[in-house]
């Protein structure tokens, strides 16, 4: 039996959604997430929890080498297909 030990990263990241609302107005909705970044080597894995929102991210392979602003891409999306 092998296993792996990742070094992780927990990050607060605060996303503003807004929305248009009749035909003048605004509908500010604040989505606060809570992603963790784990990495071994070159492997980076996320996930990221909105607990408020009962949404998660279930753990992904981050192919960027910037794997934060991907898992922020990811709530983002997720965002926008709950919207």
């Given amino acids: 039996m092998e296993h792996k030990i990742y070094h992780t990263e927990f990050h607060v990241v605060e996303i503003v959604n807004v929305n248009k609302f009749g035909f003048n107005g605004t509908k500010t909705d604040t989505w606060i997430w809570e992603i963790t970044i784990a990495n071994h080597g070159t492997t ?40």
């Fill in 44 to 83: 980076y894995l996320g996930k990221a929890v909105e607990s408020k929102k009962n949404q998660s991210i279930d753990w992904v392979e981050l192919k960027s080498m910037q794997p934060l602003n991907e898992m922020i891409e990811l709530c983002k999306k997720k965002i926008t297909a709950n919207s």
